[in-house]
Structures are given as C-alpha cells and as structure tokens.
C-alpha cells in the first residue's frame, strides 16, 4: 500500500506530556497538510508544507504546536505540554502541485490526553 | 473567506431509498468543491470533486453531486442507498483544486435503515 500513512495509530498521554506524531506521504507528493479533527466536527487546517517550506499555519496551531518536514519527505507534528483539549483525530493528507490532484488522507492519528 | 454550510448533521434513509445531503458554501473567488466520505475510525475518501468543468459531477459507488451557483449549492445524492453507504459525510471548498487548503463542514452522519 503506497497510500499516506500515520503513526501512531493512538496515543494516549497524560496531561503535560509532549507527544510526537509522524505522517509519510505519498512518495511522489510535494505538499503535505495537517488537519484537526474533534467529535462531531469537520476536519480543521492547522498548517501546511511545500517541500520542506511551512507555507502556512493556522491560528489553531499554538506555540505548543510544531510541525516540520526537514527533507521534505515525512512529516512530524509535536504538541508540547498536552492539554485535555487536544484530545482529537489528527490528520496527514499529501498532494503534488500541479495538475488536477486532489489530496489524500492518511488513516489519522487518535490522541487522548488524561 | 470560505465557509461551507452542511444542513442535518443525521440523516436516516432506508435501503433503496433516495440519499440526498445538502451542502451550501460560500466563497468570494470561484470554488472548488468536494465531498469526502469517512468511516468510522478512518481517514478521508474522496468520492467527488468539482473543477467547473461540469456542474453535475459523478463520483465514486454511485453518488453525483450537482454545482448550483445561482443557489450556492452542491447538494450529494445517490438513487439507490445501500447499507454499506452508513458513514459521515463532508462537503468541502478550497480556492484552487487540490493544492490549497481545504474548509470543511461539520458533517453529516447518514444511517441506512434495513
């Protein structure tokens, strides 16, 4: 399967706690998205990349946040001193620039904080 | 700004029945839509796109969707509902197809009756 694919699948942590999320998109793909998605709500931008370049970050996306794809291949996204409102689905998705592509979907990452 | 409206966050239809989910956006420059379908604990599946190419566009497992400017509309539908249909649903814009980011509804969780 050459899809996008996440891990971890879940992650359970306790509040306070950093975690570490990794997206490997689709190999060919050059633009990588990070999305939020909470119960019961549509998925939320919070940052892309072209490349290694983060062309744009979301007022979601805290400093607690940080998102970087140093080789422009995989991603990673870190959230520092978890809160219980992080708890949600995070989303990779991957697309290439030109042409008529849409983007794909990884199978997301489920993150619980207690 | 983009926004999209989706109207029934539930819909129920029986087996057999017609699948109809409203989506209305809002955009200042030319919209590019979509609709994603998501089972549960899943990524994202596109199951359609509109690129103004056609206002009725047809899609995956037999859904279309038709592009009503005049009503700024891009309502789901599919003739025949099937219960492996059972999932959420979204309607989603961005300002260029594919390679921006996406501004998703709350969803719409369809339930097929047997």
């Not at chain 1, 942590?13 to 633009?31: A, L, M, W, Y």
């Not at chain 1, 995989?74 to 219980?84: A, G, K, V, Y």
């Not at chain 2, 190419?53 to 009503?71: C, D, H, M, P, Y």
């Not at chain 2, 539908?77 to 390679?99: I, Q």
């Amino acid at each position: 399967d050459t899809g996008v694919s996440q891990n971890p699948r879940h992650k359970i942590t306790k509040r306070g706690q950093n975690v570490t999320f990794r997206c490997d998109p689709i190999s060919e793909h050059n633009r990588l998205y990070w999305y939020r998605q909470t119960l019961g709500q549509g998925p939320e931008f919070l940052t892309y990349f072209q490349n290694e370049a983060q062309l744009e970050k979301s007022r979601l996306l805290s400093d607690r946040f940080s998102a970087e794809r140093p080789k422009g291949s995989f991603s990673t996204l870190e959230i520092q001193r978890t809160e219980q409102g992080d708890s949600a689905m995070y989303l990779c998705a991957s697309s290439v620039r030109q042409g008529n592509t849409e983007a794909f979907f990884g199978q997301g990452t489920r993150l619980t904080v207690v | 700004a983009q926004s999209v409206t989706q109207l029934g966050s539930h819909v129920s239809v029986s087996e057999g029945a017609l699948v109809l989910l409203r989506c209305n956006y809002s955009s200042s420059v030319p919209p590019y839509l979509f609709w994603y379908v998501q089972y549960p604990n899943q990524g994202l599946q596109l199951l359609l796109k509109y690129t103004s190419a056609a206002t009725l566009v047809k899609g995956i497992n037999g859904f279309e969707a038709e592009f009503k400017k005049s009503e700024t509309s891009f309502h789901l539908t599919k003739p025949s509902a099937h219960m492996s249909d059972a999932a959420e649903y979204f309607c989603a814009v961005s300002s260029n197809f594919g390679n921006e980011k996406l501004t998703f509804g709350t969803g719409t969780r369809l339930t097929i009756i047997p």
